[in-house]
């Protein structure tokens, strides 16, 4: 019995065929992503069944999860917010961005809001340092030029999408 959906396995079916089938491998980032679509986050049982699907060692899916920030290791809040906490964003109270939404949302940094709608995590260099401070949010949505009043309308908005 597969973790994943018949849409989902279609989904790895149309990445994996973009690839010659020696090279199914390189279809491995794309069934992750899709996996955590579906699934909200990236298990060890999800990593086996996409190994197993590409015809690779489990480890080697591992590696990729946890190279990359992108993919989720246990579940999250329904929106994910990484806030840049590397040099430049720091020079610009990158530090305090992650403080205020912590303390905003009454949750640790790492952590997850009660009802399951936030969790917020620093995160390394995520490119738009003229921008700074930076987050982004469900690793798709960039927020620059964050200051508390811009942090706390973010919050607010989520909030009342998630209704």
């Known amino acids: 019995m597969s973790l994943f959906s018949a849409?989902?396995?279609a989904r790895f079916a149309k990445e994996v065929a973009k690839y010659p089938y020696e090279q199914r491998q390189s279809a491995v980032m794309a069934c992750l992503s899709i996996a955590?679509?579906?699934l909200g986050w990236v298990s060890p049982e999800?990593?086996?069944e996409i190994a197993d699907y590409l015809g690779m060692p489990a480890i080697a899916v591992h590696e990729v999860t946890t190279f990359y920030n992108m993919y989720n290791q246990q579940p999250l809040g329904r929106y994910k917010l990484n806030v840049c906490t590397n040099l430049p964003c720091q020079l610009r109270n990158g530090q305090h961005a992650l403080?205020?939404?912590c303390s905003r949302l009454h949750v640790e940094?790492?952590?997850t809001t009660a009802d399951g709608l936030f969790t917020v995590q620093k995160t390394e260099c995520l490119g738009a340092c003229a921008d700074a401070p930076v987050m982004l949010v469900n690793d798709r949505?960039?927020?620059?030029?964050?200051t508390d009043e811009r942090l706390d309308a973010l919050v607010d908005t989520l909030k009342a999408q998630a209704k």
């Open 7 to 9: 849409d989902t396995l």
């Open 141 to 146: 949505q960039m927020v620059s030029y964050m």
């Open 99 to 101: 403080e205020h939404l």
């Open 109 to 111: 940094e790492g952590g």
């Open 46 to 48: 999800s990593e086996q």
């Open 36 to 38: 955590q679509q579906e």
